[in-house]
């Protein structure tokens, strides 16, 4: 799972990156500062509440929880893509990644069986990101963290 951190993480890098390109500005240069914080916080968002969905699918739980989270996010990004237009791709693209982490885990779950999966979640041997990812989760699925997610600040303005 650590392999997908780093995939999702740069995916929404990269997705900043070409939302600002997309946006009138040079390719080769990065994405500004703001853009990068602001993807990377929604990134880590995405990224929780995916974990923990796939916890709820292989230990039994309530995906509710962490699709509530998804949505919230994506809700966020859409109404700060509103008031800037190097954010718009981002809306998409950051459903895209949620949607193909749990692609990714539908397939793994297939492969190894949902106990094996289970365990694995469940072992004190759990890669460090996917451990914080879960502890994230509990804390956004709290109503203050689900404040917390809908108030992001959006990037400021170059």
Do not use: W
């Not at 893509?81 to 791709?89: C, F, G, I, T, V």
């Not at 539908?106 to 469940?122: H, S």
């Not at 699925?141 to 992001?152: E, F, N, P, V």
């Amino acid at each position: 799972m650590g392999v997908m951190r780093r995939i999702v993480t740069g995916l929404v890098l990269m997705l900043a990156i070409l939302a600002e390109a997309g946006a009138g500005r040079a390719q080769s240069q990065p994405p500004s500062k703001a853009v990068e914080e602001f993807a990377e916080s929604v990134g880590s968002v995405i990224f929780a509440a995916g974990q923990g969905v796939i916890l709820a699918r292989v230990c039994g739980g309530d995906e509710k929880v962490g699709q509530a989270m998804r949505n919230l996010a994506v809700e966020r990004v859409r109404q700060c893509a509103e008031a800037d237009p190097r954010l718009k791709e981002l809306v998409e693209h950051t459903e895209q990644v949620f949607d193909t982490m749990l692609k990714n885990a539908d397939a793994a779950i297939q492969r190894r069986g949902k106990e094996m999966i289970c365990a694995l979640y469940r072992s004190p041997d759990l890669q460090v990101e996917v451990a914080t990812a879960l502890e994230m989760a509990k804390q956004l699925a709290t109503d203050t963290g689900q404040q917390r997610i809908s108030r992001m600040p959006c990037p400021a303005k170059d």
